[in-house]
């Protein structure tokens, strides 16, 4: 299956490299790579730019001005043509095999609205700084259908590491993507549904390292969820 990769970027041109390497060198090779740069006032766009012209699946989008994550997103959906999708940080580095893993276990699991593995934490020096607390539903690679996944959810909240879903199209186009209401627990709650409704594949293991920086998407990941589980009450 077609896979289409965002990148996101803000004024990463520190990391941008990085991750669009760690993208580039998976065994399992995306049909694109898109990059939305959101009116960086570094050299970021400079250095995608060499990717671009050295990979064809390399896309860069540049907006005017400074647009936000959702525009970005929704810029990406008008454009993807993969048959499932990834969102990838600028600032984080996905480890070998996870493409191939996640896509492999897909395949096999074609009903799966997702797949979503580990994720361990690094700093701004690539220093190792443990793994991210999320439940370990398996201790091995696994696909939860609905019925498994709906009480997983009613105990855990959201169990998914965001950094490592892997989404069917088809699945989130359905539950009408991301609610931009929902601000920070929009990706959260779009993996709550999903599960629920298509069942999920899950994989035990650290395939996206998620770098934890002071004024990023990824340093501010604790959320107030107390909304979020308002919502779930009230859809049950």
Request: net charge neutral; with cysteine; glycine share 6%.
């Amino acid at each position: 299956p077609a896979l289409s990769v965002l990148v996101n970027n803000y004024n990463y041109a520190r990391f941008i490299g990085e991750a669009l390497e760690a993208i580039l060198n998976q065994s399992y090779r995306p049909k694109e790579g898109i990059v939305v740069d959101d009116a960086s006032t570094d050299n970021s766009v400079e250095i995608v730019q060499q990717y671009v012209n050295r990979d064809s699946i390399v896309h860069l989008i540049k907006n005017e001005k400074n647009m936000g994550i959702f525009y970005n997103i929704s810029k990406f959906f008008s454009i993807a043509s993969g048959e499932y999708v990834y969102l990838a940080g600028s600032d984080d580095r996905l480890l070998p095999g996870f493409f191939e893993k996640s896509m492999k276990l897909l395949s096999r699991y074609p009903e799966a609205g997702v797949c979503s593995s580990l994720v361990c934490k690094i700093d701004e020096e690539d220093r190792r700084k443990g793994l991210l607390v999320t439940p370990i539903i398996s201790t091995k690679e696994c696909f939860i259908s609905p019925k498994r996944a709906i009480p997983l959810v009613n105990k855990f909240d959201n169990y998914i590491a965001g950094q490592t879903a892997i989404y069917k199209r088809k699945a989130l186009d359905s539950i009408g993507g991301f609610i931009p209401e929902l601000n920070a627990a929009n990706d959260a709650f779009a993996l709550m549904v999903i599960v629920c409704k298509y069942g999920a594949c899950f994989i035990p293991e650290e395939l996206v390292c998620m770098r934890i920086l002071a004024n990023s998407i990824s340093g501010k990941i604790n959320k107030n969820l107390s909304g979020l589980k308002e919502i779930w009450q009230t859809l049950e």
